[in-house]
Nanobody, 123 residues
C-alpha cells in the first residue's frame, strides 16, 4: 500500500482544513488507518484512527470534538476534517496504515506511511 497525504496549509486559529490521504493497493476491511502528527522538536504523536471496514473511530483527547476521521472505501481515501484549529495543532501530519488491524495508537504498529503534509496554524 502506498499512501499520499495532501491538504495541509497555513491557516489562522479557528479555521478548518481537510486532509486527504490517497491509498493505492487493496485495503482489507480489518485494516486500520490512522493520522499522526509531528511538531518541531517533538515525537510523532497519534491523532486519530479508523477501522477500514466498519468505520470504528478513536481520537486522542486533545482533538476530540474538533477533528473527524473518515474514509471513502470506493475511492480508497482517508480524510481528516480539522475544525477550530489551534496553534498547538501545528505539525506535519502523516497518514498510516496498519494491515494487521491492531487498532492501536502506537506508531510502530503501522506498516505504511504517507510522506506528510504540513499544517501551520497562526494565532
Amino acid at each position: 500500500v502506498q499512501l499520499q497525504a495532501s491538504g495541509g496549509g497555513l491557516v489562522q486559529a479557528g479555521d478548518s482544513l481537510l486532509l486527504s490521504c490517497a491509498a493505492s493497493g487493496r485495503i482489507f476491511s480489518s485494516a486500520v488507518m490512522g493520522w499522526f502528527r509531528q511538531a518541531p522538536g517533538k515525537e510523532r504523536e497519534f491523532v486519530a484512527m479508523i477501522r477500514w471496514g466498519v468505520g470504528r473511530t478513536y481520537y486522542t483527547e486533545s482533538v476530540k470534538g474538533r477533528f473527524t476521521i473518515s474514509r471513502d472505501k470506493a475511492e480508497n481515501a482517508l480524510y481528516l476534517q480539522m475544525n477550530n484549529l489551534k496553534p498547538e495543532d501545528t505539525a506535519v501530519y502523516y497518514c498510516a496504515s496498519d494491515r494487521n488491524g491492531q487498532f492501536s495508537s502506537r506508531s510502530d504498529e503501522y506498516d505504511y506511511w504517507g510522506q506528510g503534509t504540513q499544517v501551520t496554524v497562526s494565532s
